[in-house]
């Protein structure tokens, strides 16, 4: 998690180089690379091309966010400081609640006033518009640590951090995302609307309110207000890289240990609740993403289930308990249960969320649904 996302997957400024990437012919994507998704894969026939414009917008983004920081810290006023915290925390659930757990997975419903407010928050973390977002995730489940997922784990760290938005996407990216079903956001209008005026509201909502605000309202400096600005984005970006580099590195994996994904509970903290990454990968469909009984280091599970309260979240869909232990059991590194044999991990069968074509009878029959509304 895209996300970004939390890309599970931040794009900054790809949306241009991608576009036209992915609007090559047929004939030039099958010179690059037309081999299965396997280890046979033929890397000498991709090259990485660098997006140059990327490479120095991180650099600025980066340096001006530890000016940003020393200005938060030392300079700034309180309310300021508090400004920041509260649209940080805006923008990270727009992305682990929105982008990831409702319109990637689908693992919960949303009704119209939540569904906008989740996407304003959303268009507030600046990682692409939601349709983007929801492509690239899904795919990075159904071909995790392929040349088709956009940050593939095994091309290291700095890779699956960030470097995968440095280069332009492996053909295998492009030509499996095209697979992917997407009709369901086709055929949401909040989706279709954010992403027709995206890079109208995009620089408005992530960057000019937020540095405005405190600007008009409590007089802070505009420089000021413009560093703290990006040191707020850029911060989010990391923590939302850190599911897909770290919690691809470090961490126990209690449900399945032949991939690569892990639980860990530091990640699970910065990046509200998407550190359960082990158990997300395996269940990717459960609203909470992670067996937890409570919110510690789950605060978007509190926020959904809050929404739930009010009526504006239903079709909650969570993993009995049962399956979980049978498939911790059968799979898991014993962190969880003591396995009871090994398992030969395959990505037959692998499903992006809650709606996959690939998911199994007995997950569908017998997932638990709270909140029933349809």
Not at 316 to 341: C, F, H, Y
């Amino acid at each position: 998690m895209a996300p970004n996302l939390f890309g599970s997957s931040a794009t900054l400024f790809l949306e241009a180089s991608q576009s036209a990437e992915a609007n090559k012919s047929t004939t030039e994507l099958k010179t690059v690379s037309t081999t299965p998704l396997d280890k046979s894969t033929k890397q000498s026939k991709y090259k990485w091309r660098i997006v140059w414009r990327n490479v120095i917008a991180f650099v600025y983004l980066h340096v001006a966010a530890l000016y940003g920081s020393y200005l938060l810290f030392f300079k700034a006023n309180i309310l300021t400081f508090i400004f920041f915290f509260t649209v940080g925390t805006a923008s990270a659930v727009g992305i682990t609640g929105g982008a990831h757990r409702l319109w990637a997975h689908r693992s919960y419903k949303a009704k119209l006033p939540m569904r906008i407010l989740l996407m304003v928050f959303q268009t507030l973390a600046f990682q692409n518009h939601i349709y983007e977002w929801v492509r690239d995730h899904r795919v990075h489940h159904k071909f995790t640590d392929t040349d088709a997922d956009p940050h593939n784990a095994k091309r290291g760290f700095f890779f699956s951090h960030m470097g995968w938005l440095l280069v332009r996407k492996h053909p295998d990216v492009i030509n499996k995302g095209k697979t992917v079903d997407m009709s369901d956001l086709d055929a949401d209008p909040v989706v279709v609307w954010q992403r027709r005026l995206y890079l109208l509201l995009m620089p408005l909502i992530c960057f000019l309110i937020p540095t405005w605000i405190p600007i008009h309202f409590w007089n802070e400096r505009p420089m000021y207000a413009w560093y703290i600005t990006v040191f707020r984005y850029t911060m989010s970006l990391n923590l939302t890289w850190l599911v897909n580099s770290a919690a691809h590195i470090w961490g126990t994996k209690p449900y399945d240990k032949s991939i690569s994904p892990t639980d860990n509970f530091k990640i699970a903290l910065g990046a509200f609740g998407e550190g359960w990454h082990n158990y997300h990968h395996v269940f990717p469909w459960d609203y909470k993403a992670a067996e937890l009984g409570d919110y510690r280091g789950n605060f978007t599970t509190g926020f959904i289930d809050f929404f739930a309260s009010i009526g504006q979240a239903y079709d909650l869909k969570t993993v009995p308990i049962s399956m979980i232990e049978k498939r911790a059991a059968r799979t898991g590194d014993g962190t969880r249960v003591k396995q009871d044999n090994d398992h030969e991990h395959s990505h037959e069968g692998a499903i992006w969320g809650w709606g996959d074509a690939d998911m199994s009878p007995e997950e569908i029959q017998d997932v638990e649904i709270s909140n029933k509304c349809d």
